[in-house]
């Protein structure tokens, strides 16, 4: 297996201007794990509850996602509901349920720790860390988090930033972790903790990837309906980080073609109720997005 992925596997209820779902698959892991699985062999860690559907262990399975490291534990699996606002940018949090989350000790196989890759999707940091204590010899760590964290976890969070090579992180997060206004400064001050690439979402504005001293900027795709935002930054570091495994390339230029892939996976994502439109994205699907994406980015020449 390739990469090693912490995370929630969770139920989503959530709430947009265009409808309503309850219980639908999701968590920071299952999108993550979902958009990886179109490039290299994610392998999860992670607590799931009695109520886990097994038609929701298959599809993971089938997708291509390592599910050796899958615990199950007597309780309810972990629960997150959201309403999103009218123009689907903000969105306000209606619950968090840890349930079998909040006594859930990260066991990794032997397999799991010899992976190179390693993600430590959005969850307690105290969790994130543990996992990455378990990996022998890490070659990237990328790791997400979430203003939760930033505000109850913060000793915690700092810790694990320092042996992180890179963070995904949304714009008014990087605010609120740095307390700097400007998204430029935000991710130099978090460089400085620790990861040297940065990576700045922006929602339907695309995401901005700072590199060491390499600033990139990759726009999300142009859509003419998005019905559920939930998942696309996880999704987003699922390309991202998936398509960096397999082409076995860190270098910034290869991080550029990664962060278009992020932004193409994610734009899948957003078009169907939690993974209902990523489950289906082929490659195919990818190769002419990103043609669609070059044209999209490409111009000519200044003539002045
Ligand atoms: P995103 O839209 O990329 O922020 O990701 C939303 C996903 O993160 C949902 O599927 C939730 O289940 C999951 N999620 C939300 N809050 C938390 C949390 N506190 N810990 C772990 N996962 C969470």
């Known amino acids: 297996m390739s990469i090693v992925v912490i995370g929630s596997v969770a139920y989503d209820s959530i709430a947009t201007p265009l409808g309503c779902r309850d219980d639908m698959l999701g968590g920071s892991g299952t999108f993550f794990s979902l958009a990886a ?10 607590v799931v509850g009695e109520d886990f559907r ?14 050796s490291g899958l615990q199950h534990s007597p309780g309810k699996t972990f629960r997150w509901g959201g309403r999103y606002h009218e123009d689907m940018n903000g969105r306000d949090t209606l619950f968090t349920e840890l349930n079998v989350f909040e006594s859930f000790q990260p066991k990794l196989t032997p ?48 810790e694990v930033l320092r042996r992180v090579d890179a963070l995904f992180i949304n714009d008014e997060e990087a605010r ?35 590199n060491d001293g390499d600033i990139f900027y990759a726009p999300a795709f142009p859509l003419e309906r998005v019905v559920d935002p939930t998942g696309a930054g996880d999704t987003f570091a699922g390309g991202f980080v998936g398509y960096l ?39 195919q699907a990818i190769r002419e997005r990103y043609e669609a994406f070059a044209k999209l980015t490409t111009f000519g020449g200044l003539v002045l």
């Open 54 to 67: 097994p038609d929701d262990l298959a599809l993971l399975q089938e997708q291509g996602v390592d599910l």
């Open 37 to 46: 699985a179109r490039f290299a062999k994610p392998s999860v860690v992670a």
């Open 176 to 210: 609120e972790l740095t307390g700097k206004r400007s998204v430029v400064l935000a991710a130099r001050e978090i460089q400085a903790m620790g990861p040297s690439m940065v990576v700045i979402k922006r929602g339907e504005h695309g995401a901005i990837v700072f």
């Open 245 to 283: 495994e397999s082409t076995g390339d860190i270098s910034a230029a290869n991080a550029r073609r990664a962060a278009v892939v992020g932004s193409i996976m994610a734009s899948f994502c957003v078009e169907g109720y939690g993974v209902d439109k990523l489950k289906r994205v082929d490659r």
């Open 111 to 158: 397999a799991q720790a010899e992976s190179s890759f390693v993600f430590l999707g959005n969850i307690q940091p105290r969790l994130q860390d543990s996992v990455l204590e378990q990996v022998k010899a890490p070659r990237f760590v990328a790791a997400d988090t979430m203003n939760l964290w930033i505000h109850t976890a913060r000793a915690e969070l700092v």
